[in-house]
T-cell receptor, first 112, second 115 residues
Framework: ELKVEQNPLFLSMQEGKNYTIYCNYSTTSDRLYWYRQDPGKSLESLFV?????AVKQEGRLMASLDTKARLSTLHITAAVHDLSATYFC????????????FGKGTSLLVTP | NAGVTQTPKFRVLKTGQSMTLLCAQDMNHEYMYWYRQDPGMGLRLIHYSVGEGTTAKGEVPDGYNVSRLKKQNFLLGLESAAPSQTSVYFCASNGRMTASGNTIYFGEGSWLTVV
């Protein structure tokens, strides 16, 4: 059974600070996804990471993947209030129709 | 969210009633999924489909049935609703896998309360 663990589950940080969210998964996977969800809304795709060493950046967010360690990180640089949301990582397996297995999410609150 | 439409968006059911959630996508995607989201649990896969006429069980299939008679539609049914099925339900779709990676599109969600 594929397990996906995120930490921390809750994160309160000040504007301007940096922080990293970690995502560990238990078995080899085709690809790793990061999503953002605002309260009462659907999921917004942030990144898809395909290979070992992959790094993608969008604005203040940067995601990386280490397939050997089965670890992905989402790094937040100089946080701003607009980044407050819940962030999910998910991995897919080809033997289940590429369905996503999600972590429990990291609820991020950025305060002044 | 472009291309994936869920109906209804909100519904209140009495215990024992039945209902069907409809998911429609207009991107000609092969793969479709139903998830439920509960507080602190992330999203959990209920059922999925890898093409028209096919369905398979996910992590939490009990109490649900699905059908994919047409490629663009994936229906989720609750035959006899229970309070434990109070949740937010998300449908998603995914096209053929490519080397550059796929974006999986989610619907806007359906809020279901069973009383």
């Amino acid at each position: 059974e594929l397990k996906v663990e995120q930490n921390p589950l809750f994160l309160s940080m000040q504007e301007g600070k940096n922080y990293t969210i970690y995502c560990n998964y238990s078995t080899t996977s085709d690809r790793l996804y990061w999503y953002r969800q605002d309260p009462g809304k659907s999921l917004e795709s942030l990144f898809v990471l395909l290979s070992n060493g992959a790094v993608k950046q969008e604005g203040r967010l940067m995601a990386s993947l280490d397939t050997k360690a089965r670890l992905s990180t989402l790094h937040i640089t100089a946080a701003v209030h607009d980044l407050s949301a819940t962030y999910f990582c998910a991995v897919s397996l080809s033997n289940s129709g590429y369905a996503l297995n999600f972590g429990k999410g990291t609820s991020l609150l950025v305060t002044p | 969210n472009a291309g994936v439409t869920q109906t209804p968006k909100f519904r209140v059911l009495k215990t024992g009633q039945s209902m069907t959630l409809l998911c429609a996508q207009d991107m000609n995607h092969e793969y479709m999924y139903w998830y439920r989201q509960d507080p602190g649990m992330g999203l959990r896969l209920i059922h999925y489909s890898v093409g028209e006429g096919t369905t398979a069980k996910g992590e939490v299939p009990d109490g649900y049935n699905v059908s994919r008679l047409k490629k663009q539609n994936f229906l989720l049914g609750l035959e006899s609703a229970a309070p434990s099925q109070t949740s937010v339900y998300f449908c998603a779709s995914n096209g053929r896998m490519t080397a550059s990676g796929n974006t999986i599109y989610f619907g806007e969600g359906s809020w279901l309360t069973v009383v």
